[in-house]
């Protein structure tokens, strides 16, 4: 088992910042690849970023050039820096960890989740 934690979220303006993170406890010993999905109200689960245990990422291409997924497997954490941000990037975010080395798209894909941190960006 896993246990994945987010912080990070909050109320920012159009155009701002902030960074997501995501600390892991429990069987991190085997190698995950890590996802983060967001969901807004009235919407479905939506993938936003993937990283592989080596580093390699995949981003959803709402958020490709402004967000920026990484990791220190070291600290057992990821990361999602969100820069130039919109009103329509408002939503809840998931960091998910599934438990093989290449991420994936898909919310399926992934055995873990965290509970969430709120993401509001006013116009």
């Known amino acids: 088992q896993v246990q994945l934690v987010e912080s990070g979220g909050g109320l920012v303006q159009a155009g701002g910042s902030l960074r997501l993170s995501c600390a892991a406890s429990g069987r991190t010993s085997s190698r995950h690849a890590m996802g983060w999905f967001r969901q807004a109200p009235g919407k479905e689960r939506a993938f936003v970023a993937t990283i592989n245990w080596s580093g390699g990422s995949t981003y959803a291409d709402s958020v490709k050039g402004r967000f920026t997924i990484s990791r220190d497997n070291a600290k057992n954490t990821v990361y999602l820096q969100m820069n130039s941000l919109k009103p329509e990037d408002t939503a809840v975010y998931y960091c998910?960890?599934?438990?093989?080395?290449?991420?994936?798209?898909?919310?399926?894909?992934?055995?873990?989740w965290g509970q969430g941190t709120q993401v509001t960006v006013s116009s």
């Open positions: 998910a960890a599934r438990p093989f080395v290449l991420g994936a798209t898909s919310k399926d894909r992934y055995d873990y």
